[in-house]
């Protein structure tokens, strides 16, 4: 609905795209505008988008820094294109300029619009607006001049004034979408916490660029966003890596075992290691070791000695921890393994996402050594499957491989923070104690198949473990071809029947008559069900299969398939989940729309793909 007399626009959901130089607090402002909105009942999505380079020259087109957030009522994405663009200098402008939607709006910094900015950006004129053919509502708003003004009292000096521009587009926005600005108040005191002065400043900028929309306001429209219902309880805005740890510290409490993580720093998985370091108070051992390696082998010692043992990492430190990671799978123990996927191969794209890990965690160590694997869908989605890695590696003695990637895990949604009894108790598999004398250390579980967890110091459990194949009776070590065939088989059953204790794949936007299952798995989640859902408005019978449990596939797996004519694996890489199902499902034909551009996809584009497949245009790819 357009209201022309106030000039308010009431629309479902808005997206605005936070852009300017990496230095220029993209990333907070559009973090503090998010946690705003989802403390008013908005559903959230976000997407930080970070420049590659540690630090790109300031105002270069190669170091502008992007934060885009859609608000509303049903959001599952960050939006294919915004609704608002903000762009604090000529680069993030030209960088920025076609994620716009066609009559969408765009906040600009005039004073930022200098010939030597214009010509770092690459400009071949003095009009950027013309030279782009940008014919949407520009504002043009003398940002860094205002924040001058607000300040010039205050004290500070100059760097430091300028680098609150950032809370002076903020206090604009806010205005533009009716948000509360002493929300956003509250939240930069907390911030600023320990720098008073600091907090003080930024509270008079943001309420000066609040004030600024006020003065503008015949000139630009104003937005009004729906919410929606909601479950009571306590809201929170989230970040999928913070979500992480918090369902680690979750299913430590639920399993009785203290927490560790043994980690090594590296890009986009770092705030897992940060978030856990914060939480001494509750028992954890967060360590960072000298290298992933040694992250990996503390992990592995921490979970011999009876802990809950996690380690984090990306796809460069996943490689690295291969054959760590085997060591675990020989010793039968628990290890969760976090892999914040990003583009690659070797250094790749720090900053980007991808889901190119898959066949890595599903393959990439040496012998016959199975693993469960699982992905998180969402950002909230994090903290549910950090949780079941966990229950998992417990209760089947076993490493687990959760596979996030760059968009949710530094991307953020509105979460309802849960009561503890929402979820199970996590039950260790100890040795039992009618088993005490006849114990061996590969004594079985007889349903799971799961080796008995023997804690050091356990009065009467002494034993050892190692990488060194094991005699399935003694413990001892074996060289014995039918042994290892035995015990190889055994660890490979113990994985499949993980299957009888995960739950059954459901599916979105189905009916009785759909004849086409869309499918994808982990983080792609949101922008494949927005996509099913536009085809279905278009009049194809599509369905959704969103895949949370990689290995084993969830028991029903082959059963759903065998309901649909068709069947359309979406996935940002070459294939590799596509292959895998091929592989399981070898009379089933899969294809597939990929990319592999450091970016998510767009709904648009999956919608295209699939009726371009439907229409056979595309018969495989």
């Known amino acids: 609905m357009n209201n022309e007399n106030s000039r308010i626009k ?42 590659a380079e540690i630090r790109a020259p300031q105002g270069s087109l190669g170091g502008v820094s992007g934060f885009q957030v859609s608000i509303g009522s049903g959001v599952h994405t960050p939006g294919d294109r915004c609704d608002v663009l903000v762009a604090m200098n000529p680069a993030a402008l030209k960088q920025n ?10 906040i600009t910094d005039a004073d930022s619009f200098r010939e030597e900015n214009l010509r770092k950006a690459k400009f071949a004129t003095d009009d950027p607006i013309s030279e782009l053919g940008i014919t949407s509502q520009v504002v043009e708003v003398p940002v860094t001049s205002m924040t001058k003004a607000a300040l010039a009292d205050s004290g500070m000096d100059q760097k430091s004034i300028l680098k609150c521009r950032n809370i002076f587009a903020l206090g604009l926005i806010c205005w533009l979408f009716d948000r509360p600005v002493e929300s956003a108040v509250e939240m930069l005191r907390k911030k600023f916490a320990k720098k008073p002065a600091v907090a003080e400043a930024n509270a008079k900028v943001i309420r000066a660029g609040y004030d600024y929309g006020h003065n503008i306001h015949a000139s630009v429209s104003t937005y009004k966003v729906e919410t929606e219902p909601i479950v009571p309880g306590t809201y929170t805005d989230v970040k999928g890596n913070e979500a992480t740890a918090w369902g680690l510290i979750l299913a430590a409490e639920k399993a009785g075992l203290p927490l560790y993580l043994g980690s090594y720093p590296i890009t986009p998985a770092t705030d897992i290691l940060h978030e856990l370091a914060k939480r001494k108070d509750l028992g954890v051992k967060a360590c960072q070791m000298e290298d992933e390696i040694a992250g990996v082998c503390s992990a592995i010692g921490a979970s011999f000695a009876g802990s809950l043992a996690a380690t984090s990492t990306s796809g460069p430190g996943l490689a690295l921890k291969s054959e760590g990671i085997g060591l675990a799978v020989m010793a039968e123990l628990p290890l969760v393994v976090i892999d914040v996927q990003r583009g690659g191969p070797s250094t790749g794209l720090p900053t980007k996402t991808e889901q190119t890990d898959l066949a890595q965690a599903l393959y990439g160590r040496n012998g016959e050594s199975p693993i469960a694997v699982v992905a998180p869908t969402s950002p909230t989605d994090c903290f549910n499957m950090a949780f079941e890695a966990s229950r998992i590696a417990v209760e089947h003695m076993t490493p687990v491989v959760l596979l996030s990637d760059a968009f949710i895990g530094n991307g953020s949604s509105a979460w309802r923070i849960p009561e503890p009894d929402e979820f199970p108790e996590i039950h260790p598999r100890y040795v039992p104690e009618a088993l005490r004398e006849k114990w061996t250390p590969y004594m ?49 059953e113990k994985i499949a029947r993980i299957a009888n204790d995960i739950p059954l794949q459901t599916l979105r936007c189905d009916s009785e008559d759909a004849d086409t299952l869309l499918i994808g798995w982990g983080g792609t989640y949101g922008h494949l069900y927005d996509a099913a859902e536009e085809l279905r408005r278009r009049g194809h019978k599509v369905a959704l299969a969103q895949f949370r449990y990689i290995n084993p596939l969830p028991a029903n797996t082959a059963e759903i398939f065998a309901r649909f004519k068709n069947l359309i694996v979406a996935e940002l890489n070459t294939g590799q989940f596509a292959d895998y199902l091929q592989a399981r499902f070898p009379r089933r034909l899969f294809r597939r729309i990929n990319k592999v551009e450091g970016q998510p996809f767009l709904v648009s584009e999956v919608v295209a793909k699939v009726e371009e497949i439907l229409a056979g245009k595309i018969e495989t790819e």
């Open 10 to 51: 009431t629309l479902e959901k808005v997206a605005v795209r936070f852009t300017g130089d990496s230095g220029d607090g993209m990333q907070l402002a559009g973090n503090i505008f998010t946690n705003v909105s989802a403390g008013m009942g908005n559903s959230v999505s976000t997407f930080p988008d970070y420049p």
């Open 97 to 106: 300029h076609h994620f716009l939607k066609p009559g969408g709006v765009i």
């Open 444 to 492: 079985r579980d007889a349903e799971s198949l799961a080796r008995y967890w023997a804690v050091p110091g356990t009065p009467g459990l002494m034993h050892r473990i190692g990488g060194l194949e094991k005699d399935e009776h003694s413990g001892g070590i074996s060289t014995d071809p039918a042994n290892h065939g035995k015990m190889v088989q055994l660890r490979r």
